[in-house]
Structure formats: C-alpha cells, structure tokens
C-alpha cells in the first residue's frame, strides 16, 4: 500500500488547515466523485479508529476535504488516517496518509 507522510507535526489541540485527497484511479485519471459521501478515519499507531464526516466540494475533481474541529487528536503520537468516499456502488480508500502530533508549549489557547 502507498503512504504518504506529512512532515510537519501536528500539534495537540491544534486546528490545521483542512487536508485535501485527490482519488486517482489505476491509470492516473481523476475519479469523478460526483454523488459519493466521504469518510474521514485516523487513529494513533494502533489505537482505537476514530471517523468524522469529510467533504466532496465538487466532485469531478475527485477531491475529499476533511476540515478539522481541534478535537481529533487526544493523544500526542504516531498517526495513521485515510479517506473513504462511496456511492453505493462503489467504494475507495485513500492511501495511507501518516503523520506525528506532538505536545505544545502549554495548553492550546481558544483564539
């Protein structure tokens, strides 16, 4: 399975831009995801999975955004996530998308 790592740590309580997935299928083209839902799914190393809605803002782009809350990561640690769109029909995992979350200098203020 293919990985892709984001470099840059997260941080515990942090609010980080919203993370973007294109699906491409075998041959490299854009799966146009016009009437799928999408999932959004991580968890730390082995941990408990845990999943929120993500969006499809236009579909034929084949593009699934997951908007964080600040509530996902709990725990500081390794994670791995991925997106899940289907349509009933047809359902598709992204790769594995991996990343750290670290601990902050003090406790993340609400600004």
């Known amino acids: 399975m ?12 942090e609010k980080p831009s919203p993370l973007d997935y294109v699906f491409l299928d075998a041959n490299g083209a854009v799966i146009n995801l016009t009437g799928f839902t999408a999932k959004f ?22 593009r699934a955004r997951y908007t964080f809350t600040g509530n996902e990561f709990t725990t500081a640690g390794h994670y791995r996530a991925a997106f899940i769109v289907g349509n009933g029909t047809n359902r598709y995992e992204s790769v594995e998308i991996n990343f750290d979350v670290s601990v ?4 993340m203020p609400i600004i």
Request: hydrophobic share 30%.
């Open 2 to 13: 293919s990985k892709v790592t984001i470099s840059e740590p997260y941080v515990l309580g």
């Open 41 to 62: 799914q991580w968890q730390e190393r082995d941990g408990v999975a845990s999943s929120a809605a993500a969006t499809i803002p236009t579909g034929s782009d084949g």
């Open 104 to 107: 902050g200098v003090g406790p």
